[in-house]
Structures are given as C-alpha cells and as structure tokens.
C-alpha cells in the first residue's frame, strides 16, 4: 500500500508538470501569434451585403455555404458622419482611413482634409499592393482605398490619382475613365505604359493568365470599357481572378500583400429591386470569397476580411423552402442603416468578433501589423 501511494503521487507530480509546461507553452505560442499577427490582409467587400443577403444564399441551398465556414464574425456599424444612411463613397473612406466623412466623399475627413488611406500605408511598409472589383476601378468603393476627392463623381481626377499609385494588380471596369475625353491629362493608358504596367483586356472566351508574369511586375486588366456584365449574364472573371490574384500578389519580394476586392454588382441588382439578378450576383460572391478562403487556409498567413459597405434595398425574406426557393420582398430601392455582418478567417481573426463602428476595420488592420497612421 505504502509503495502504490508513493508511485501514484510521483505519477501525479508528473502529470502536473506535465500540464504546467503545456500551458506555459501555449500561452508563450499564442503571445506570439498576436504580436506577428498576419503577413497578408484580404478585404473583401460586398456592396450592400447585409445580413437577409447573406441568409438569402444559405437558405436557397442544402450543402453549408462558404459564410457558415467562418468561426469569428460581428456586425458592423455603417453611418457617415453627416447621414444615419451612408453612401459607398463614405462608408469606404472610413474603413480604409479610420475617419467618418460626409457623404459622396472619397478618402477626406469629415472637414474635406485627405486622410491616409490603407494602400497608401501598405505601400510605405513595403507591401504589394492590389484590388479586383466588378465595377469601374473608379468607383466610390476602390477609390475609397486610394484617391482623395470631394465628390466620387470626379472620375478622371480618380483616374489620375489611380495612375500614380503604383498599385501592383488592378482587376475591373471602366477602360474609359483613363481616356483622353474623361480625363485633364491626356492619355493616361500611354501613363501607365511607360510606369512600366501591362495593359491587357478581359476576353470572354479565355481569362488573361496573371499568374504568368513575374514578381517585378504590374498588371491593369480591364474587364470592359465602363461597368462589367454583369453575373446573370454570365461574367466569369470574379471568382476566377479571387483564385489567382493573391498567388500573383504572394510572388512579389515584399513584406506581404494587401488585396481589397468588392463584389459590386450586389449593390447595383439590390438598387433595381431585381431579385433573379440579385440572386446571380450573392452566388457568385460566395464563389469569389469561397476562392479567396481556400488561399487563406492554404497559406497560413493571411487575414481575411469579409464584410460590407451599407445594406441596400432594406431585403426581407418573405416565404420559400429552404435549399430550394425563396422569395424576397424588397422595402426600398436605397440603402438602409441597418447593421452589416463581418467575418474573419485567418491569424488575428478574433479581433473582429463583436458590433463597432465601420472605422475599426482600419483600426484592427493597423494595429495587427504594427503600421503607424
């Protein structure tokens, strides 16, 4: 008896030891996971994706959808500083600058002074740098990540201000916003030329193969010459360039990349209160986030955002039967200030658990990499 009460209390210390360096270890392993945080940011936004437009994809199928894959989500505050009911020109400056701003304005403060943006800073800390939208590449949305301007609807003064930015992978719409007609300077294609990127134009017989061309280079692919088709009519590059583009990204010799992407088109099927469209578009937002989760997961170093601008259309769903039908009741053709879900995958996922403002998103990003505003 003596001999087992010796054995089993040795066997005890053991085991306490055991536990205690286990847990000292994993505490000194998560300490360094939050103070490396990610090397990559994705930002994926979906124009006017609130939350009936998210359950409207997962209630129309039986198999979980990509949203149901994500362990920490949120809700996130939209409204400007001059309206309850933000518009994409707004709602974009605060989550790339971390400043509320009136309404239509692109990258100013709320007093029209510009602010730095989230590209601005990726580039100063040597990240490369790219955005893949299904709209112009001038609209309010991506130019909320990089232009400075009163107004969204300064189109060329955008486009001027794109040139000059150096971004490394430019994906969308609206080739005419660089011509010689839309914008002061003239030839602004020939500008980008001789800054040494590739212009190519999307064909829809066969996708322009980005991942083709080297880590010292700079890519601008137009998908049409003013808005994309849209995914009723069966374009084809989102996802697929979601699939490639941050391959292309990962390539480059530098610290890491930022990739914002937007799903566009959302925004414009939920305006026109067409629900057969609509539907067409939140698919293929999933396949494109879907595509970019899938990188996520294999790469290991990367931080996936995926939230929204504002809620458009302020959508209920009023009947149909799960995995099969359902069927939408639309209260506005405008946008709401309703609430948008975020989601996050990735190292440093779990900062975007709760409900904060829109402003935050840039907050959380800074801080996760250390850069200083």
């Known amino acids: 008896m003596q001999y087992s009460n010796i054995k089993f209390n040795y066997l005890l210390k053991c085991l306490i030891l055991v536990v205690c360096t286990f847990g000292i270890n994993t505490d000194i392993s998560f300490a360094q996971n939050d103070t490396t945080g990610p090397k990559n940011i994705i930002i994926f936004i979906g124009d006017g994706m609130g939350l009936s437009q998210i359950s409207t994809e997962i209630l129309s199928h039986k198999k979980p959808t990509v949203f149901e894959s994500f362990k920490h989500m949120g809700f ?13 020109g707004a709602a974009a400056t605060a989550m790339a600058t971390g400043k509320k701003t009136y309404n239509n304005a692109i990258g100013l403060d709320k007093d ?12 100063a800390n040597n990240y490369s740098t790219g955005i893949i939208v299904t709209s112009p590449l001038t609209h309010a949305t ?4 990089y232009a400075h301007s009163k107004h969204r609807i300064n189109k060329g003064e955008i ?12 994906i969308g719409g609206g080739r005419d916003d660089f011509n010689n007609e839309n914008s002061t300077e ?12 590739t212009i190519l134009s999307n064909n829809e017989n066969e996708l322009p193969n980005i991942q083709g061309y080297g880590p ?7 998908t049409s010459d003013f808005l994309p088709s849209g995914a009723i009519t069966g374009r084809e590059y989102f996802p697929q360039y979601c699939k490639t583009g941050p391959y292309y990204l990962r390539k480059k010799e530098t610290e890491g990349f930022l990739l914002m992407v937007e799903s566009s088109q959302l925004d414009i099927s939920l305006h026109s209160n067409s629900a057969l469209e609509f539907k067409a578009e939140i698919h ?3 396949k494109a986030i879907e595509a970019l989760l899938d990188f996520a997961r294999k790469d290991g170093n990367t931080l996936l955002i995926v939230t929204a601008d504002h809620e458009t259309s302020g959508l209920a769903i009023a009947d149909g039967k799960i995995g099969r039908k359902v069927d939408l009741a639309f209260t506005t053709n405008g946008h709401t200030a309703a609430l948008v879900p975020i989601f996050a995958y990735g190292p440093g996922a779990e900062n975007f658990k709760g409900i904060y403002d829109n402003t935050e998103i840039f907050n959380k990003v800074t801080q996760l990499l250390n850069w200083n505003p």
């Open 159 to 170: 486009a001027e201000q794109l040139v000059q930015k150096d971004i490394d992978l430019l």
């Open 216 to 222: 010292d280079s700079k890519i601008i692919l137009f």
């Open 76 to 88: 996130v505050k939209t409204h400007s500083h001059s309206s309850l009911v933000t518009d994409s």
């Open 284 to 286: 293929d937002t999933e």
């Open 112 to 123: 029209s002074i510009a602010v730095t943006n989230l590209m601005e800073l990726a580039q």
């Open 142 to 145: 991506p130019a909320g990540f």
């Open 186 to 197: 003239l030839y602004l294609l020939d500008t980008l030329k001789n800054k040494g990127y």
